[in-house]
């Protein structure tokens, strides 16, 4: 019996100069776990996206209770639509552990949310009372008051 093996030439786009070569009955994994440990992995979007959802989710109630309050803000939304039953289905469609907040948590989010908004634009307004008076200009210190 007569049998013929050729070999296969193997390179990627990235390292076009690499040449990885195996007979066509090599079914083995040498030739990439070689390349995986020769090959530095390039920060893509594409990658810190898979690096993100290999890490698991990042659902926090918290976070959850402060974009839902914030969607209901800036899209000017009733108070009473976080109590709507399809819109719970489908955020626990996405995670399965969600507790929607009821339209008064949402309520007293907004309220604390527009308290702390409040006191520090009137810390950053009297600062800038203060650079007015100096001559100074007030913008060059919006940017250092991001703490």
Not at 83 to 105: C, I, K, N, Q
């Amino acid at each position: 019996m007569l049998v013929v093996l050729f070999k296969s030439y193997l390179t990627t786009a990235r390292h076009p100069s690499h040449i990885r070569t195996r007979r066509s009955d090599d079914v083995s994994t040498g030739n990439l776990n070689r390349h995986i440990r020769e090959c530095d992995p390039v920060a893509t979007l594409e990658h810190k996206v898979m690096a993100k959802f290999v890490a698991g989710c990042t659902y926090t109630q918290e976070r959850f209770r402060f974009q839902l309050a914030l969607w209901v803000v800036q899209k000017c939304r009733p108070y009473a639509i976080v109590e709507d039953e399809e819109l719970g289905t489908a955020f626990r469609m996405l995670h399965g552990s969600v507790e929607v907040p009821s339209r008064f948590s949402v309520i007293r989010d907004i309220n604390m949310m527009y308290g702390m908004t409040k006191a520090r634009l009137i810390a950053w307004f009297e600062v800038c009372v203060g650079y007015r008076d100096s001559g100074l200009s007030c913008r060059s210190h919006a940017k250092g008051f991001d703490d």
